[in-house]
């Protein structure tokens, strides 16, 4: 059973009695997606590898008057993908949108990347949004033929997070561009898959988001722990400066703003709408 909806604080409530999962939602745009969602009205798994941060927007959501609870853990690890989406479907009694969110950058010229950094890409941001989607197929399928023989019509989402270094390439990022071109291929068959359970199936790519990945060395020397390893993220100040002054609205965006875009694909609004790479940032291409 579907636990009832608690009142919230947004003012237009779109995604009340919605079920939502946001992977890498501890901080930067997952975190403001998953309190887009939450207040506007969907109860949303909050995942990230860090536990403190996932327990630490859970609780945001919730002092807010909104549904949230976390689940810690990396993505890429064995089993993940089925117990992300059981927790949902345990927890709030469904399952209807599915942002695959967490990924990171691992830079390097082509002549010093090593297999490690080519496969952590790869294994973030594309084989684990395609075991979780897997993990979800199951529930898609009952569900929509549940749903077809009562007559009703239920679109579920997917947003899948890509970039322009995705979709337009960016020196020193060869294996990132790669995985994330890769999400673009996989998110436009997914879409034609999945088009008989009428779940929608999409993309937001972003340019320059202000975030612990993109912010320049000057500012702040972020670094992400992956398998006890200490991965540098970031921009070299010069490509800093360089990017931002190629940005037709002349700033990066914000967390915040990332978040509509990709609430925009989770909105009844876009239910005709699937098999779409939606980019995000400020007009900005390579
Ligand atoms: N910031 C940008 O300008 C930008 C541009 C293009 C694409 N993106 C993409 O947006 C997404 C979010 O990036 P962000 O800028 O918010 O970064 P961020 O570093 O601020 O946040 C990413 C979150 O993902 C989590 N994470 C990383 N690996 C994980 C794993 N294996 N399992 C679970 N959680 C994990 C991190 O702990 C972190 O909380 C990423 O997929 C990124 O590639 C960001």
């Known amino acids: 059973m579907r636990l009832s909806t608690v009142p919230v604080w947004g003012v237009t409530v779109k995604l009340q009695g919605k079920v939502a999962v946001v992977t890498g939602a501890g901080q930067g745009i997952g975190r403001s997606v998953a309190l887009k969602l939450a207040a506007e009205g969907a109860a949303v798994v909050v995942n990230d590898l860090d536990e403190d941060a996932a327990t630490t927007v859970a609780q945001e959501v919730q002092d807010r008057g909104g549904q949230a609870m976390p689940f810690a853990g990396s993505v890429t690890a064995d089993g993940f993908a089925e117990g992300f989406v059981t927790s949902a479907v345990d927890a709030y009694g469904g399952l209807d949108i599915v942002v695959n969110n967490a990924g990171y950058t691992w830079d390097s010229v082509i002549q010093r990347m090593t297999d490690a950094q080519w496969d952590a890409m790869f294994d973030v941001h594309v084989k684990a949004p395609f075991r979780i989607l897997r993990a979800a197929q199951p529930h898609f399928s009952a569900w929509s033929k549940a749903e077809r023989e009562r007559g009703e019509l239920v679109t579920r989402k ?42 929608t199936v999409n993309s937001v790519g972003f340019g320059m988001i202000r975030t612990r990945l993109t912010e320049s060395h000057e500012v702040q020397d972020g670094t992400i722990e992956v398998e006890g390893q200490q991965i540098k993220v970031g921009l070299p100040p010069a490509h800093y400066d360089a990017l931002l002054a190629s940005i037709p609205l002349g700033r990066a965006g914000t967390a915040d703003e990332a978040a509509g875009a990709v609430y925009l694909l989770c909105a009844p609004e876009s239910d005709y709408v699937t098999g779409e790479v939606l980019i995000c940032g400020g007009g900005y291409h390579f």
């Open 158 to 199: 997917v947003v899948n997070i890509t970039s322009i270094s995705g979709t337009d390439g960016n020196a020193g990022q060869v294996n990132y561009s790669a995985a994330k071109a890769a999400v673009v291929g996989f998110t436009r068959s997914l879409a034609k898959e999945w088009g008989r359970y009428n779940v």
